[in-house]
């Protein structure tokens, strides 16, 4: 699926994609509405802690799979920085699920979701570049809402207002390097347009379900002030829709690029700050 042709853009960052590990410890556990007491919101964020563990997974396995069709030594290294970072947030996921399993809380829709990634074992490598693409658009924009609007988690408690806003930080500095790889091996506008349109269909279902589940598990899935929140966090000023939208939309452009959309400073600016939260992996001292 080509066509249109797709321009070429630089990735925003000319160094390697540094993998960190972050200081936090779920021992003590935290409440069931640690966002700001919003039962809503905070069970629409372990909905997509339940996802990350399989499907960054599968993210990983996608750009893997493109590593010895490259042949660019700055993208190779982008994709293992992609690999190192996303496989972190593997780890740190699967202990913060953990603990909302402890809570009662569960992944429904793991079964039909890891059944959906089995079967993509069969589709060619640009295609599954193309899956795994249009999924890091919707967590780039979800990173780019923690990041630059302080309604989002400003108000989460410690350790999940650390956690929520590094992922977030590292989502957002990798998040053209799907994008790279996929131009770099002739993927075109057709094909990348068609899976997002998929995928957004699958995104929002998948997302629909699973916070449901958990609202229901949690109990508040049948009172007013739970629907006032969704409403409010969806359709307010600023609010999820509202602020996506135009993003989302930017991807149907032929000439989109990631990082037409500049918002690195915020992540630079956490991390001086916040150098106590996380330590380098494989960076010696004094570099």
Same mark, same amino acid.
């Given at each position: 699926?080509?066509?249109?042709?797709?321009?070429?853009?630089?990735?925003?960052?000319?160094?390697? /994609?540094?993998? $960190?590990?972050?200081?936090?410890?779920?021992?003590?556990?935290?409440?069931?509405?640690?966002?700001?007491?919003?039962?809503? $919101?905070?069970?629409?964020?372990?909905?997509?802690?339940?996802?990350?563990? &399989?499907?960054?997974?599968?993210?990983?396995?996608?750009?893997? +799979?493109?590593? @010895?069709? /490259?042949? *660019?030594?700055? /993208?190779? +290294? *982008?994709?293992?920085? #992609?690999?190192?970072?996303?496989?972190?947030?593997?780890?740190?996921?699967?202990?913060?699920?953990?603990?909302?399993?402890?809570?009662? &809380?569960?992944? #429904?829709?793991?079964?039909?979701?890891?059944?959906?990634?089995?079967?993509?074992?069969?589709?060619?490598?640009?295609?599954?570049?193309?899956?795994?693409?249009?999924?890091?658009?919707?967590? +780039?924009?979800?990173?780019?809402?923690?990041?630059? *609007?302080? !309604?989002?988690?400003?108000? +989460?408690?410690? @350790?999940?207002?650390? &956690?929520?806003?590094?992922?977030?930080?590292?989502?957002?500095?990798?998040?053209?390097?799907? #994008?790279?790889? %996929?131009?770099?091996?002739?993927?075109?506008?057709?094909?990348?347009?068609?899976?997002? /349109? =998929?995928?957004?269909?699958?995104?929002?279902?998948?997302?629909?379900?699973?916070?449901?589940?958990?609202? %229901?598990?949690?109990?508040?899935?049948? !009172?007013?002030?739970?629907?006032?929140?969704?409403?409010?966090? =969806?359709?307010?000023?600023?609010?999820?829709?509202?602020?996506?939208?135009?993003?989302?939309?930017?991807?149907?452009?032929?000439? #989109?690029?990631?990082?037409?959309? *500049?918002?690195?400073?915020?992540?630079?600016?956490? &991390?001086?700050?916040?150098?106590?939260? =996380? $330590?380098?992996?494989?960076? $010696?001292?004094?570099?």
């Amino acid at each position: 699926m080509s066509g249109i042709e797709e321009n070429s853009v630089p990735g925003k960052s000319d160094t390697t /994609l540094q993998v $960190r590990h972050l200081h936090i410890d779920f021992s003590q556990g935290f409440p069931r509405h640690w966002l700001g007491n919003d039962a809503f $919101r905070s069970q629409l964020f372990n909905a997509q802690s339940f996802s990350f563990p &399989l499907g960054e997974q599968y993210f990983i396995d996608s750009v893997r +799979a493109a590593l @010895p069709l /490259l042949t *660019d030594e700055k /993208l190779k +290294a *982008d994709v293992k920085g #992609f690999i190192g970072q996303e496989s972190t947030h593997r780890h740190i996921h699967e202990q913060y699920n953990q603990q909302l399993n402890a809570q009662g &809380l569960s992944y #429904f829709i793991g079964p039909f979701v890891a059944w959906r990634i089995r079967t993509a074992a069969g589709l060619s490598v640009k295609n599954n570049l193309a899956i795994t693409m249009a999924y890091e658009h919707f967590t +780039a924009i979800f990173a780019d809402g923690v990041l630059s *609007d302080a !309604k989002w988690v400003d108000d +989460a408690i410690e @350790p999940m207002k650390r &956690l929520w806003t590094w992922h977030s930080i590292e989502e957002t500095e990798h998040k053209s390097v799907v #994008f790279d790889v %996929y131009q770099a091996l002739g993927g075109g506008y057709w094909r990348r347009v068609a899976w997002l /349109l =998929y995928v957004t269909m699958l995104f929002s279902l998948d997302t629909l379900v699973q916070t449901t589940h958990c609202l %229901y598990r949690d109990g508040e899935l049948f !009172k007013a002030k739970t629907l006032w929140q969704g409403l409010k966090f =969806y359709f307010g000023r600023r609010g999820l829709l509202w602020f996506s939208l135009p993003h989302y939309l930017a991807y149907f452009k032929p000439g #989109f690029q990631p990082w037409e959309h *500049d918002n690195l400073h915020l992540t630079r600016q956490w &991390l001086q700050e916040h150098s106590e939260a =996380y $330590r380098e992996i494989g960076k $010696r001292v004094g570099t």
